[in-house]
């Protein structure tokens, strides 16, 4: 019996590796990868997803929250990328990774009084059960993904920060979101696909 | 030629009669100063500020002191959460060539309204410094390929070793990670 249960578990550790997907959970996405669709709560009560924008190019899909003093100081930024973006069919889709029994600062009501006063003029969806922000592999708030709707399903095009520079608007030397949509919509090269910023983690 | 860049920290003890507390200036030795862009001083603290290169240069490990530096801010909940730990490790270690030193990125326009309170209500009594460096994306990577910038992050570093961690601490992980480097 004993050399059986060798072949067996070495079939067990073979089937197992071969099933394991590259990019695993929890890694989430890279440049390239399709990006899954999802069906989350907006703060009007009805749900979201990206298949329900039939005309969109593409999607900004900004992982953001309530509180942290990152994503208030580009909020303004947030709004004003999709006014000029979803003319020109890529929205801006907002979601709230956190977990609202460890942070109670990011409950649904909560998130509804943030939008309300700010004017978002964009969805703000709730990441219920916190599967959406694993799966997409964001880190922190804010943090974007670029996504390009293609026949072959919603392409991540660019991951990162919206520029390089949180204290000052002004003093932004490389917008890397608009500089990535921009080029996404004429169908050239992103010249910068991922960009690192300090953010808030996000409370699981 | 390879700067050699010596950094010693003179602890500077501000006798104060109100309030008995002791407060701490990181100070440069004049061999090869790494001067802070800016110094903000504010009552008996006193924080000096870095852009990324001359951060860079302050933790540039040739000396034998083993430094433990943590990425926090004050709106940062897990890092206002472990800050403890890691003024126990200073309590704990600063008499075996260990220095403690707490990075603050806090908006730097809100240092005086809020870092500077937030230190004299908690009594902190390791180093503060506030990295003022808005290009993220350049340092982040420098600091460590693997962090995406989300915060609290540690770096634990002497001239042997150096290890990188973004996550939350608790002082038993902390101290057993930083063992490691002492027993080296």
Redesign the interface.
């Known amino acids: 019996m004993k050399p059986l249960k060798i072949i067996f578990l070495i079939v067990v550790v073979i089937t197992n590796s071969a099933f394991t997907f590259p990019s695993s959970i929890g890694d989430g996405y890279e440049i390239g990868d399709k990006a899954a669709d999802f069906k989350l709560k907006n703060i009007d009560g009805k749900t979201v997803s990206l298949s329900d924008y039939k005309d969109a190019k593409g999607f900004l899909v900004v992982f953001t929250c309530n509180t942290c003093p990152y994503a208030n100081a580009y909020e303004e930024r947030i709004i004003a990328l999709d006014k000029k973006y979803k003319l020109k069919g890529v929205p801006v889709i907002a979601i709230n990774p956190n977990n609202p029994s460890k942070s109670p600062e990011e409950s649904f009501e909560q998130m509804q009084e943030r939008a309300a006063n700010k004017g978002y003029t964009f969805p703000y969806l709730v990441d219920k059960g916190q599967n959406i922000s694993p799966l997409y592999g964001a880190q922190r708030t804010p943090h974007c993904f670029l996504l390009e709707k293609t026949s072959n399903g919603n392409i991540v095009k660019y991951i990162g920060a919206i520029d390089d520079n949180y204290q000052d608007e002004a003093a932004v030397e490389t917008a890397y979101v608009a500089n990535a949509i921009d080029a996404m919509l004429v169908g050239e090269e992103i010249q910068i696909k991922n960009t690192k910023a300090i953010g808030c983690s996000i409370k699981l | 030629m390879k700067t050699i860049v010596t950094i010693v920290f003179i602890v500077v003890l501000f006798g104060c009669k109100e309030s008995n507390s002791e407060r701490k200036v990181v100070a440069i030795n004049n061999f090869n100063m790494v001067e802070p862009i800016d110094i903000i001083k504010a009552k008996d603290i006193t924080i000096p500020v870095y852009d990324y290169d001359s951060f860079e240069k302050l933790i540039a490990t040739n000396d034998t002191k083993t430094y433990v530096v943590n990425f926090w ?1 004050t ?4 890092c206002v959460e472990e800050l403890p730990s890691f003024e126990k490790i200073y309590d704990k270690y600063k008499g075996q060539n260990v220095e403690v030193i707490l990075v603050s ?1 806090d ?3 809100k240092v005086d309204d809020v870092l500077v309170p937030f230190i004299e209500k908690n009594k902190l009594k390791s180093n503060v410094i506030l990295l003022d460096d ?4 350049r340092w ?2 420098k600091v460590d390929k693997d ?6 992050a540690t770096i634990i570093i002497n001239e042997n070793n150096r290890s990188f961690y973004e996550k939350s601490f608790t002082f038993i992980e902390l101290e057993d990670q930083l063992k490691g480097f002492i027993t080296n």
């Not at chain 2, 808005?134 to 994306?137: G, L, R, S």
């Not at chain 2, 962090?147 to 609290?152: C, R």
């Open positions: 801010a709106w940062c909940k897990p990125l908006f730097p326009k808005p290009k993220q994306n982040i990577p962090w995406s910038g989300a915060i609290p």
